[in-house]
């Protein structure tokens, strides 16, 4: 695979969620899932995470956000180790999933400060 958006994505895709992360995604993909981790990294990453109308810090908040919404936890903690990789700072953070509680439900904002929780622990803050 070797089409400019192809790499763009993947730079970006390191950038954000790290070499280890992508690495080990890549050595998973199958035959079956292959072709699904090159459209993801094609338009997600080299599309949409490298337009020039907002900046990573607003796109990670906004996934942040997205993620608490439709309850995708296992996402929601990647992405906010990610967000802290590229320099979200913890009150921002808190402040997505307070917001979070009233547009998406308290119960799925109790879930996300549970996440955070253990990703900031984890990260010693």
């Known amino acids: 695979m070797s089409d400019e958006r192809y790499e763009r994505g ?31 990294t094609r338009y997600a990453w080299g599309e949409i995470w490298t337009r ?18 439709l309850g995708r936890e296992r996402e929601l903690e990647l992405h906010l180790r990610s967000a802290r990789r590229i320099g979200v700072e913890w009150d921002d953070i808190k402040e997505v999933l307070l917001q979070s509680a009233v547009y998406c439900g308290v119960p799925a904002a109790n879930s996300a400060f549970a996440i955070a929780q253990a990703v900031q622990d984890a990260e010693g803050s």
């Open 10 to 40: 993947m730079r970006v895709r390191r950038e954000v969620h790290g070499d280890e992360h992508v690495d080990a995604a890549t050595a998973r993909a199958s035959d079956l899932t292959r072709e699904f981790q090159e459209l993801l």
């Open 52 to 69: 020039p109308g907002l900046d990573r810090r607003t796109r990670s908040l906004i996934t942040l956000s997205t993620l608490v919404a």
